[in-house]
Structure formats: structure tokens, C-alpha cells
């Protein structure tokens, strides 16, 4: 291919002009920064090697641990954070753990060994409640930035950046009993996990709140992250008579699709079902998932911007940061057939009465916010997003202790220093 074509073939993915493209090529002087951007971004995009001299010196290694990449959340938390890096002249490691495979540990060994500058943990050991947080105490004495993702610890003196997952499951069950639903299950990942602890306690306090059920114990099926521990928690909880599934991720919620069909039910005309993650493909399933939005590029941002921080010798926020998700509604919930029928009337009008209430007054029973209903909220292939509210409170985990957190919009780009506040111990 001639240089004039390739010129031209830049140009075009670019957006700008032969001439810019060729002072970019060439080191010039005179092009804005994020118009150099561009025309290195579409030289990379058409597969174009970079002259020597625009080929940036790495500023350094860092390591990225993530659990294995059948979740596609995972393979997204990576892309986003690896390019984040790049654009600050990192090099990305990317480590990818697999059952039976590598360990945590000896990845962190051969990090260090590498000399690497800093390490960005998602969702590892530190999400565990029963791992020992030893692994993570020896990196801090070393003086080695990290930061962990979607996980709390509370002895370990680093930053956390989590999705708030008790107000991802009380969006869910708020939505669901907006739409009549009362009988309505948990599918959710092992007990030990403290996203799935914080789910629980979310669910809880929404069926508490909302439709005044106490003991919902039954109504939570504890599985894998798989489409076959779906399957197989939806089919526990289908067996209790429910009418919609929470499920902890959009890959346990296909194992409950499937577990519907199977026992010979239809979606969302008989079981309504909500996911967890949005992930791409969620929207062109049939039907459509109904999920619970991670923030995930605002929570990338916002770790490597922690990380940069600490290796520029500016000490990150040592608290956890909590982004609020977001309730994507599409065409796998639907208005619940036994209802008002099936429950009593009086109960049935009290429901009613305290959904009224929330709408206007915008707080749950126990002050805590929650969605607007939406004008049309069974409408099937359709998508709307709940809109999201900056907020802080102190929450209580079991076995954590008392700390402050802070839910961050997804939508913004970072945090603002004004609304810092010291975690209680």
C-alpha cells in the first residue's frame, strides 16, 4: 500500500486531514493532544506499525489479577483498566486465574519478581471473607501500591472500590414488587463472598421494607457463578413457589432462564427474572435481561487514577469508594399474574399503599431511597436506566465492622475531594 493511501485510510478513521495525519507521523509541533490521540488510536486500529519515534518508553509495570474470564464482567473490568494504563505509558500484566490453575499467590510471586510498580486486584482473594489478608499486609509493608476491587478487608490499609451490592438487590426487589411480585427469590453466589453477603443483607431489608416478610432465608438459594449454579438455585427456589429471581450475576441469571423452561414456565410471562452485571450480550437474548448496571468504566477510572496517585508519591484515599449501579429494565420482568389475586386484598391494598408512599416521599420504611416507578414498567423490549443519586451513609456489614462508604454515581469521571471522609475504624 502506498504512503498516500495509508495516509488517506488514517485520515478517514481520524476525522481530520491528510496534512494532520502527516505532522502526527512525523513529531510536529501544532496538533492539539487529543487530536494526536486519534490518529495514533486509528494507526493502531488499522494495524499500522508506529514510526521509532512515536513509539512511547513504558513508565513501568503493572500487574492486573482478575478471576477467571468466563464472566464476561471480568474480561470488561480488564479492557478498561489495561487501556487506562496504557494511555498513562504502563504496561499492563495481565493475570487471569482458572480453577486448578495458577494461584493468586504465585502470581503476586511473579509480579514481584518482574518489579513491578503496582497491582490492581479484582474481585480476589480480599472478597473473600474467610481468606487470610496476611497476602495483602505483606505488599502494603513493602511499600507496594495496590488496589482492590470490588472486595473489603478491613485490616488491610489500601484502597477499595466496590458496587454497591446491598442497593443492587434492593433496586432489583423494589422493581419487582412494583410490578405485584411477593413471592420473590435470591439465586446467589457462595456466603463466604462479600459482594454476596452485601447482596443478602440488600435483599433482606428490601422484603423487610417492602412487602413486611421477616424471615426470607428460603427464598435465598446460595450456588456457583455459573450458568449451571443459576440453573440450579433457580430450580430450588421455582420449587418454593416464587414468581421472580434475583439473580447475583447475568450469566446465573441465563441458568435461570433455563431452569424456567426446563420446568416448563415461560419468561417473564409466568417468572420474572433480573441479572447482575450487564454484560454485552444481555440485551440481545430472548427475552432481553432485566439487570443491575455495574458502573464498570467510572470504578476502572477511578482505580487507576488511585493507583497513579500512589506511585506519584500522593497518598489514595485509604476508605472504600462504592459506586452506585444502575437498574436496566428490558423484557425479562413483567407485571406478576397472581397478583392481587393470589394475596389477600387487605395485604394487597397495604403493598400498594407503601409503594405510593416511597414514589412520593422517595424513602423505604427504613430511610433508605429508592427508584421511581416508571410509566410504562412492564413494557417488554424496551430499556430504560434508573437514574442514579450521589449518596453517602454508614453501613454495618456483618463481620466487618462499622465503616463509611461512599456511593459515587457511575456517571461521574472521579471523586471529589470535598466529600472525603476517614472510615471509622
Not at 446465573?252 to 454485552?280: F, H
Not at 456489614?397 to 461512599?406: A, L, S
Request: proline share 6%.
Amino acid at each position: 500500500m502506498t504512503g498516500q493511501a495509508r495516509l488517506a485510510d488514517i485520515a478517514v478513521h481520524a476525522g481530520v486531514s491528510e496534512a494532520t495525519v502527516s505532522r502526527v507521523l512525523n513529531d510536529k509541533a501544532g496538533v492539539a493532544p487529543t487530536t494526536r490521540q486519534a490518529v495514533l488510536a486509528a494507526l493502531d486500529l488499522l494495524g499500522y506499525e508506529r514510526p521509532a519515534k512515536l513509539r512511547t518508553r513504558s513508565a513501568g509495570l503493572i500487574g492486573l489479577v482478575v478471576p477467571e474470564l468466563d464472566n464476561p464482567v471480568f474480561p470488561v473490568f480488564a479492557q478498561e483498566i489495561e487501556s487506562m494504563l496504557a494511555q498513562h505509558r504502563y504496561t499492563p500484566v495481565l493475570c487471569t486465574q482458572t480453577p486448578g490453575g495458577v494461584t493468586e499467590d504465585d502470581y503476586v510471586e511473579m509480579l514481584l519478581e518482574r518489579g513491578v510498580s503496582g497491582i490492581v486486584f479484582v474481585s480476589g482473594l480480599h472478597a473473600d471473607s474467610t481468606s487470610d489478608p496476611a497476602r495483602y499486609l505483606r505488599l502494603v509493608e513493602k511499600k507496594l501500591p495496590i488496589v482492590l476491587v470490588n472486595g473489603y478487608m478491613a485490616r488491610i490499609d489500601a484502597p477499595f472500590i466496590s458496587t454497591d451490592d446491598e442497593e443492587a438487590a434492593e433496586m432489583a426487589v423494589n422493581h419487582l414488587v412494583a410490578l405485584g411480585h411477593e413471592r420473590i427469590g435470591l439465586a446467589v453466589g457462595q456466603e463466604r463472598f462479600v459482594p454476596c453477603l452485601r447482596k443478602c443483607n440488600g435483599f433482606r431489608r428490601a422484603m423487610k421494607a417492602l412487602l413486611d416478610q421477616d424471615d426470607v432465608t428460603g427464598l435465598i438459594a446460595h450456588s456457583l457463578f455459573s450458568i449451571e449454579g443459576g440453573r440450579v438455585a433457580a430450580t430450588r427456589l421455582l420449587s418454593k413457589g416464587v414468581t421472580a429471581i434475583v439473580c447475583s450475576s447475568d450469566v446465573m441469571a441465563l441458568g435461570a432462564i433455563r431452569a424456567v423452561r426446563q420446568g416448563g414456565l415461560k419468561v417473564p410471562d409466568d417468572v420474572s427474572v433480573i441479572g447482575y452485571d450487564d454484560s454485552l450480550f444481555v440485551a440481545f437474548i430472548d427475552p432481553p435481561l432485566t439487570t443491575v448496571r455495574q458502573p464498570v468504566q467510572a470504578m476502572a477510572r477511578t482505580a487507576v487514577q488511585f493507583l497513579l496517585d500512589e506511585l506519584a508519591g500522593i497518598p489514595a484515599p485509604r476508605d472504600e469508594y462504592v459506586f452506585r449501579p444502575e437498574l436496566v429494565v428490558r423484557g425479562s420482568t413483567n407485571r406478576c399474574r397472581a397478583a392481587p389475586c393470589a394475596i389477600g386484598a387487605q395485604a394487597h391494598r397495604r403493598r400498594m399503599l407503601h409503594l405510593a408512599c416511597c414514589t412520593l416521599a422517595g424513602v423505604t420504611k427504613a430511610g433508605r431511597r429508592v427508584l421511581p416507578r416508571y410509566p410504562n414498567p412492564h413494557a417488554a423490549w424496551s430499556e430504560r436506566v434508573a437514574p442514579s443519586k450521589f449518596r453517602r451513609s454508614p453501613r454495618q456489614d456483618p463481620g466487618f465492622g462499622i465503616k463509611t462508604r461512599f456511593a459515587v454515581p457511575g456517571t461521574i469521571g472521579g471523586i471529589n475531594a470535598g466529600n472525603h471522609r476517614s472510615a471509622e475504624p
